[in-house]
């Protein structure tokens, strides 16, 4: 069974502070991406990382992708109330014929 | 800006029963999936569905599972005989192509809840 470990699984800081939350797995991805879900809806897509290493930014927020393509973080610095939200990753595993897992989820609040 | 939706948005059945959850899927997507999200836990892929048939499927996805393209835009997923166990929100997403150049667009979610 392939796993998908977020951590931690619930953080609650004040606004300005920097953060980081981590997604591990035993299990080599192709690609692993990053939503962000909201209470009553769907996930909706931050970003897609695809090559070992590789680093993108999205604003305040960056996200990487381990060298062996088995882990992710994503950091989120000067933190803004409006940052908070579940955030979640999921990996298409390598030869999985594009299934997502997924992990459980880092619940977020930014306190003003 | 298109947008998967989903109907209805919380359906309530008695244990048993027959459901159908229905979603309408971006209009020049190809691709579409299930997933379900039992309360606190992860969210769970179900099946994925192309050119009229199932692709993959999870384990999750058992003979009680059925889906279906009824007409050019609609897409449905059967639960024949709900358990308690089945009580969770249901996804559907979309994509125009399939693997990580293409962006999986998820629906709002039906909460299920089986009494």
């Known amino acids: 069974t392939q796993l998908l470990e977020q951590s931690p699984q619930f953080l609650s800081i004040q606004e300005g502070e920097n953060l980081t939350v981590y997604c591990n797995s035993s299990?080599?991805?192709?690609?692993l991406q990053w939503y962000r879900q909201e209470p009553g809806e769907g996930p909706v897509l931050l970003v897609t990382v695809v090559t070992g290493g590789e680093v993108k930014k999205l604003k305040r927020l960056t996200f990487q992708f381990g060298d062996a393509r088995k882990d992710s973080s994503l950091h989120i610095t000067a933190a803004q109330p409006g940052d908070t939200g579940l955030y979640l990753c999921a990996g298409e595993v390598e030869d999985s014929n594009y299934q997502l897992i997924w992990g459980a989820g880092t619940k977020l609040i930014i306190k003003p | 800006e298109p947008e998967v939706t989903q109907t209805p948005s919380h359906q309530v059945t008695q244990m048993g029963q027959e459901v159908i959850l229905r979603c309408v899927p971006i209009?020049?997507?190809?691709?579409f999936y299930w997933y379900r999200q039992i309360l606190g836990q992860k969210v769970e892929f179900l099946v994925s569905?192309?050119?009229?048939?199932?692709?993959?499927k999870s384990e999750i996805f058992d003979d009680q599972f059925s889906v279906e393209r009824p007409d050019g835009s609609n897409f449905t997923l059967k639960i024949r005989s709900t358990k308690l166990e089945d009580s969770a929100m249901y996804f559907c997403?979309?994509?125009?192509?399939?693997?990580?150049?293409?962006?999986?667009?998820f629906g709002p979610g039906t909460r299920l809840t089986v009494t």
């Open positions: 569905f192309y050119n009229n048939e199932i692709s993959e």
């Open positions: 299990s080599v991805f192709s690609s």
């Open positions: 997403a979309s994509s125009e192509g399939q693997g990580s150049s293409y962006e999986q667009y």
């Open positions: 209009s020049n997507h190809l691709y």
